[in-house]
C-alpha cells in the first residue's frame, strides 16, 4: 500500500485522469478527496470507492474554491497530505479568436486556483510532509496555435511548481510536475468526434501518430502520479517529467 493512511486532494476528480488519480489512490491505502463540479459522476465516483472517498462541489472560477476544498477535506478526514491539481479548462482558440473571458476563465482555473489551493492547505501540508503534483501538458512547452490559453496556462503552472518547490523544500513540503501528452480521456474521444473524426478513430491511428500502437490511458497516468504523491519519490522535488510517447525535442519517427 504506497499511499497506506495519506489523504489526497484531487481537483478535477470526477472523470477523466482526475478519477483514474482517485481510483489509484484508494487502491493504494489512502483516501481522498474528489473535488469537481458534476455532481452526478463524482456521487457515482464516490459511491464506487466508498467511505474511502468524499465529494466537493466546488467551482473554481470562484475565489473561496481553494478555502471550500480544504475545509471539506479537513472536515472529512482530519488532514491533508497531497494534492493533485488536475482541474482543467480547455477551450480551442487561436489569438485572432481567443476572448478576453475565455483566456480569464482559464488561467483561473488551470493556474490560479492551483495556486491558492496550495496556499489554502499550506499548514497542513507542513504538518505533514505533503506532496503536491500538478498536472500540466507537453503543451507547455510552445503548445498549438488553437490551445493558446491553455499552453500558456500550462507553461506557467511549470514556473509555479519549480518556484514553490525551490521555496519551500525547507518546510518538507515537495511539489512535482508531470506533463502528459495525448491521453485517451472521454473528453478527448468525444471532442475529436465533434470536431469532424469518425467515432472509433483512436483505432484506426497510425504508429506516426501513436508510436506504441495505441493512446496514453489515463490509468497510465495515475500509475506515475502514485509514484510523486507517495514516499518513495522523497526527497525529490521541482521535477518536470514528460508522460509521452514522442520525445518532446524531436518527433521524428521512422516510416513503417
Known sequence: MRLNNKTIIVTGGTSGIGAAIARAVVREGGTVLVHGINKSEGEALVKFLGNSAHLCIADLRQEDAPEIIVKSCLEHFGKIDGIVNNAAVIKNANISQLTFAEYQEIMQVNLTSGLFLFKAAFEELKKSSGSVLNIGSINAYAGESSLLAYSISKGGMQVMTRNL???????????????????????????????????????????????????????????????????????????VVELEQFSIIGRNPEKL
Open 165 to 239: 518547490a525551490n521555496a519551500n523544500g525547507v518546510h518538507g513540503v515537495r511539489v512535482n510536475q508531470i506533463n502528459p501528452g495525448w491521453v485517451l480521456t472521454e473528453r478527448e474521444e468525444k471532442h475529436k468526434i465533434a470536431s469532424g473524426m469518425e467515432p472509433g478513430w483512436p483505432n484506426r491511428l497510425t504508429r506516426t501518430e501513436i508510436p506504441f500502437g495505441k493512446m496514453t490511458t489515463p490509468e497510465q497516468v495515475a500509475e506515475a502520479a502514485i509514484y510523486w504523491l507517495g514516499d518513495e519519490s522523497k526527497p525529490f522535488t521541482g521535477a
